[in-house]
């Protein structure tokens, strides 16, 4: 469930004249964007962008990235984006990045429904040129090229339909993959590229059933190489994407210092989605609840910002 709730009534006149207000003057009003854009759904956040520009011939965006800067200006940012576009963005920005990565890519690919994968990949095309398989081929190399090339490009059956004989074959075939240490093989790739969520759960159980353990435990932990670093995300992804994501923000939040880019990537995306379902998760296996952790790891603008997506009065 979401944790961002929008009235249903809106007018996205006054809205725009309120952002607009807010950007005007000495010093921008970063509450007011807060209390506008922080509590609107992402088709009413369109529906404002348009009436902003139709009304004072402006990119509200473009705007509002010379306003506002740091990691207030990200989370702004990426929020007022169509959910598609932004995940291009994040894509995108993964891809140019040098050394490990690659995460974003298994995250978009293994935690979106067919279409919304699909308006990714179009939103992706009509805003850099290219294709996100292009990128992810020309950014990629070996077994990981061919992962997540195949992820990227899957259009699964998204219904709760299961084949339990296919389940227990496909169980077996993960099984002797990865006891022979051959994680590129060409069975693991392409079952966990085009099998359903419901019928790679059911794998995934006939997998413990078979070995009793989780496919998630046979895999290597802390892996130095890349593809099965990322083999490993895609399948926790695919097993059960609310636990995914508690992970990712504990591991933003956990340790010294935070990482602001995770953190505020998880609250963006999940937000209109099933945020609520991942803060009692988080609560439930860290003793405190999520707002508490955002709200004494980040601070200003910033923190009000990530707390009104996750429901709090600001």
Not at 79 to 85: E, F, G, N, T, Y
Not at 176 to 184: L, R, S, T, V, Y
Not at 293 to 303: H, I, N, R
Request: glycine fraction near 4%; aromatic fraction near 6%.
């Amino acid at each position: 469930m979401a944790t961002v709730s929008a009235p249903k009534q809106v007018s996205v006149k006054e809205d725009a004249e309120a952002l607009r207000k807010a950007c005007q003057g000495w010093g921008t009003d970063e509450k007011a964007i807060i209390a506008v854009l922080g509590r609107r759904n992402a088709a009413q956040r369109r529906q404002i962008r348009h009436a902003y520009e139709e009304i004072y011939q402006e990119d509200l965006i473009k705007r509002l990235e010379s306003e506002l800067s740091g990691h207030f200006e990200k989370a702004v940012y990426r929020w007022i984006l169509d959910p598609p576009d932004r995940d291009a963005v994040l894509a995108n920005v993964e891809l140019k990045k040098s050394g490990n990565k690659d995460h974003v890519i298994v995250e978009i690919s293994c935690t979106k429904n067919p279409e919304e994968l699909l308006a990714i990949r179009r939103a992706y095309h009509a805003r850099y040129k290219r294709s996100l398989e292009e990128e992810v081929a020309y950014h990629t190399k070996g077994d990981t090229r061919r992962l997540l090339v195949a992820l990227v490009s899957a259009f699964r059956y998204y219904g709760e339909e299961i084949n339990t004989t296919l389940a227990k074959s496909e169980a077996k075939k993960l099984h002797e993959a990865i006891k022979d240490k051959k994680f590129g093989n060409e069975d693991v790739i392409r079952i966990l590229s085009t099998r359903s969520i419901a019928q790679l759960q059911a794998t995934f159980n006939c997998y413990r059933e078979q070995e009793g353990t989780s496919i998630t435990k046979n895999l290597p932990k802390d892996s130095s190489d890349e593809y099965i670093a990322m083999l490993r995300m895609a399948v926790r992804c695919l097993k059960d994407s609310k636990k995914y994501f508690e992970k990712v923000l504990r591991r933003s939040i956990e340790g010294i210092g935070t990482d602001e880019d995770a953190l505020t990537r998880v609250i963006v995306t999940r937000a209109e989605k099933d945020l609520k379902e991942i803060k009692e998760l988080y609560h439930k296996r860290n003793n405190v609840p999520l707002d508490k952790a955002v709200d004494k790891e980040t601070s200003g603008d910033y923190k009000d910002m990530l707390l009104t997506l996750l429901g709090n009065e600001v």
